[in-house]
């Protein structure tokens, strides 16, 4: 019994130290989800095995300076996905999409349309936003291939893919503040909030 206590800490453990990395959630960007303090486990084995999932609350470098500073937003969209949203409500492969996780409905329409990100019916500048040129997009109305646009639950607080463009993948981040300066990555997806004790639970 005691053999297998030890065994068990050692892979809780090295699991812990290996896979498992807390981030503490610095802004109001993801209420009612994720609240300013709380401490949550990312899984950082998860996109080495698959690349991100719609829905998941994932952390990132953002394509904008941040210090180093990842960011954590939920992915409204992946490669492929044509996303629009029209008077608050999420349009998903043309099917609207119900979002009970968001704090209140976003204020502003946004379509990924004319191989760009259109807010309000203005495109957003590869100067400032992460947009691949032409060349890079499959489709003019899907996301290409490697990006993902990336929303907080408290949309109308929220600095995401609505302002600075699409998160990557991985390399070089190809247009925005952050070209050729930066490195792209996902790093990992939250699983679980750790503290504080009244907030524990897993994130689904």
Known sequence: ML????????FLLLLFVFALR???IPSISMIPTLHVRD???VDEIAYRLHPPHFGDLAVF?????????PFIKRVIGVPGDTIRIANGTLYRDGRAFPEPYVNEPPNYDLAVTRDTIVVDGVSLDPASADIPPRSMWQAADRIPAGFYLMLGDNRNYSDDSH???FAQLHGPFVAGPARRHAEAAFI???VMVLWPLDRIHVLR
């Open 61 to 69: 470098m953002p394509p904008i300076p941040s210090n180093g500073t």
């Open 163 to 165: 302002q600075w463009g």
């Open 39 to 41: 401490t949550v486990l």
């Open 188 to 190: 990992g997806r939250a």
């Open 22 to 24: 807390p981030f503490s």
């Open 3 to 10: 053999e297998t206590a030890i065994a068990v800490a050692l």
